[in-house]
Structures are given as structure tokens and as C-alpha cells.
């Protein structure tokens, strides 16, 4: 799937313009162009950029700098000047979050649209019946957080760099798992004996998402899953194997999944040891796949739409000692365990 987003149109006739591209193996590309009106002279403006998003592009009323936004995501990014010519832009900014932006008339001023982006975590007090800030890790603004099944250790995604971090529940021996990637880190899971972590990101190519696995101590960081298959959530089986909810995207849209026998969505089981891996039989169109604290339950729903945007239905409950699945009669929705394992919320 590709498209143009037109960004601006000079003095001299000339349209500047972003072709984008959602492509299986490469995710979410895009490339800044330039063409005359008339369609001739078009020409890549930056051929060695590395793909990142271009969220916004102005050249200066003297044709001298085009300049533009570009982010690890679509939602923001940093500021930078292309000088007329070359194909080596100068960062402007470092760090921040901006995704629109106007030149003045004279070219001495530039205007930017930005915004510090941070996620605050809160602690519920049942003892009270009140939401507090819990400030495990000042300054490193966390969100997915899971604690280890002892409650000892915590993990969890500081954002907006999507990086997995863990560290003891108060904050101290805190330790970077991940170097940022194209899609950061999700659903971070632990296994039932507090040793490792399981999770869900891209491979430095992009699309497909893939299952990673990494101990508490930060060795080991390995890649599990080696398909062609989308993974979206993760959870433990208690004899240490690895439960994915997969689907197979379809080869004209990575964000779309195929519909024949060979693409369903489904759940696998993954084995660490060898990386072979089983459907877990009846778990068609079964996805949120999340394990109880001692490994020894999995949960799962139903869904309806498309994953990024479905919509979960009917809840259903695996027991790994039986090897039967039950209905639970409770409203389907993204739900957690509690940390003895004994309710769900959400």
C-alpha cells in the first residue's frame, strides 16, 4: 500500500511531497520527494535517509533550507534543515516532540508545534479507595508496567522510546533490557519463576512483530519467534514454553492479516529450547492471550475486527492441568491478573 502527502509548493513551481509505504518485512516507510508542477524533474531529496517518518516540510522563502520534522513515530519528531543541493540535513532540535511548522514570511523565524509527551503511573489504594502516584522511577516515565511474580522486581516501557527497563519494586538496581527499535517494546510478561521476560517488538527490518525473550539481569536477549506470522500478545505455560496469539499478514498490507486456513489467528505455543512451536487446538480467532502469576491458567477472548482495532467479546479460561477450556460470563476487555492470581480486572 503506498500514498503522497503533499507538504509544500514553492515559489519556483516545485511541489515538495512525501511517498509513503506500508510493506511486509519494511513496516511504515517514508521518503521525501520533489517534482516540478508540470511532473518532470522528480528526484528523492534524501536518498540515504533511513525511512523514519517525515511529519511535516517547509522550504524557506529563499529556496536556501527545507525544513522539516522527522520522528522514530508518526506522532512527533525532532526539527532539521536540509541545505538546497545536498542531502545531509543539521538536526535543529534533539529530543523533542514536534509535528507541525510554518516559516515567516522573511525567513528569519520558524514556529513549531510541540509538546513533552510522558506517562505517570498510578497505584490504586484499596485501603482508602484511592488512586496515588507511584513514583518507583522518577524521571523515566513507565507505562506497561508488570511485576515479577514474587512482587519483588517490576518491568515495564518508558515511553515514548518504548525500551524495556526493570528494576526492584522501590526503584533501586534499575537496568535497561532493550536498545530502542522501529516499534518499541509491548506486553512485557514474566515468566512464573521471576527469571525471564517475555515480550512483543519489531526486528531492526520492521514488520513482522516477533517475540523476544530476555532474563531479569539483561543477558540472554534472544529472538523466539522466526515466522511469518504477526504476533500481538504473550503469555507462560508453568512448564516454561511461551504462548503467542498470531496471525499471518496478508503480502499487500502488514497491518492486514490473511483469512485463509494458513493465516487464521490463532494461539501457539512456542518451545525456547528448540523454537518449535503448536497451534493450541480450538483457539481459532482467540487473541489478549495473558497467563496467571504461577503459569498455571491462560485467558484469552474473542474478538471482532481487525487487530490494532478489534474488539474483544466473549472471555475464555485454559487450564493447563486439564487441558480444557471454560467460559467465563464477564464482559470481554483487556484484562490482568491480580498478583495471587485469584481475581481479573481491568
Known amino acids: 500500500e503506498t500514498g503522497t502527502w503533499v507538504w509544500d509548493w514553492t515559489a519556483d513551481d516545485r511541489i515538495t511531497y512525501i511517498l ?23 528526484r528523492r531529496l534524501l ?18 533550507y527545507l525544513i522539516f520534522v522527522s520522528g ?14 545536498t542531502t545531509g540535513p543539521v538536526p535543529l532540535t534533539t529530543g523533542e516532540n514536534c509535528s507541525l511548522l510554518e ?6 523565524q520558524l514556529y513549531a508545534t510541540c ?13 482508602v479507595g484511592e488512586w496515588a502516584p507511584y513514583e518507583f522511577a522518577p524521571g523515566t516515565s513507565p507505562q506497561q ?27 533501586t538496581q534499575k537496568l535497561r533490557l532493550t536498545e530502542p527499535s522501529e516499534f518499541g517494546v509491548v506486553m512485557p510478561r514474566w515468566s512464573p519463576d521471576g527469571e525471564r521476560i517475555t515480550f512483543i517488538r519489531s526486528t531492526p527490518e520492521g514488520l513482522p512483530l516477533h517475540g523476544f525473550v530476555v532474563s531479569r539481569d539483561g543477558q540472554g536477549l534472544r529472538q523466539v519467534t522466526e515466522d511469518d506470522f504477526m504476533h500481538d500478545a504473550t ?26 486456513e494458513a493465516g487464521k489467528l490463532a494461539l501457539r505455543v512456542v518451545d525456547l529450547d528448540t523454537g518449535e512451536w503448536e497451534e493450541l487446538p480450538g483457539t481459532e480467532g482467540y487473541a489478549g492471550v495473558i497467563s496467571s ?40 476487555g483487556m484484562l490482568l491478573w491480580s498478583a495471587d492470581g485469584r481475581s481479573l480486572y481491568s
Not at 72 to 85: C, E, M
Not at 116 to 125: G, I, N, Y
Not at 146 to 166: I, K, Y
Not at 235 to 244: E, F, K, L
Open 235 to 260: 503469555a507462560w505455560s508453568p512448564d516454561g514454553r511461551v504462548v503467542y496469539s498470531s496471525f499471518v499478514q496478508s503480502p499487500g498490507d502488514a497491518r492486514e492479516w490473511r483469512t485463509d
Open 115 to 127: 509538546a513533552t509527551l510522558r506517562s505517570e503511573p498510578f497505584v490504586f489504594r484499596p485501603e
Open 103 to 108: 516559516i515567516s514570511p522573511d525567513g528569519q
Open 72 to 85: 522514530r513515530t508518526i506522532g512527533g519528531g525532532d526539527i532539521y534543515a536540509l541545505p538546497a543541493g
Open 293 to 332: 502469576p504461577d503459569g498455571r491458567l491462560l485467558l484469552a477472548h474473542e474478538w471482532e475486527g481487525r487487530p490494532g482495532n478489534y474488539l474483544p467479546t466473549q472471555v475464555h479460561l485454559f487450564t493447563w492441568e486439564t487441558g480444557e477450556w471454560s467460559d467465563l460470563d464477564i464482559a470481554g
Open 145 to 171: 508496567i508488570a511485576w515479577s511474580p514474587d512482587g519483588e522486581w517490576v518491568t515495564w516501557v518508558r515511553f515514548p522510546e518504548g525500551t524495556l527497563w526493570c528494576s526492584r519494586t522501590d526503584g
Open 47 to 64: 536518498p540515504d535517509w533511513s525511512g523514519k517518518p517525515f511529519l511535516a516540510a517547509r522550504w524557506t522563502p529563499d529556496l536556501r
Open 20 to 42: 509513503w509505504s506500508v510493506e511486509a518485512g519494511s513496516g511504515f516507510r517514508m521518503e521525501p520527494w520533489q517534482i516540478k508542477s508540470d511532473g518532470s524533474e522528480a
